[in-house]
Nanobody
């Protein structure tokens, strides 16, 4: 499975950004897609995930500010990020995992910078 992410960029604190990630290839119908991020000098961490039936999971640090959604017809997952904080600055990575055989893929990262 190939993942093509778009979005990201520079935004001021309190602002909003949206990310999207389109999957292509041999996509298993039962899957989980989501976003992880790697802040400067830190390890990669979960942001949010959503299964193909719409079950979501969020990191505590983004609950109430970020919303993950998906369009199964387009094999695309979205991340709406509101009330952004400087600590949200990171490289954001899209992830796919088949809930059948466990095969997974990572997209190329996209930079999100929150700064005044």
């Amino acid at each position: 499975v190939q993942l093509q992410a778009s979005g990201g960029g520079l935004v001021q604190p309190g602002g909003s950004l949206a990310l999207s990630c389109a999957a292509s290839g041999s996509i298993f119908s039962i899957n989980r897609m989501g976003w992880y991020r790697q802040p400067p000098g830190k390890q990669r961490e979960l942001v949010a995930t959503i299964t193909s039936v719409g079950v979501t999971n969020y990191a505590d640090s983004v609950k109430g500010r970020f919303t993950i959604s998906r369009d199964n017809a387009k094999n695309t997952v979205y991340l709406q990020m509101n009330s952004l904080k400087p600590e949200d600055t990171a490289v954001y990575y899209c992830h796919y995992i088949s809930l059948g055989d466990g095969m997974n893929s990572w997209g190329k990262g996209t930079q999100v910078t929150v700064s005044s």
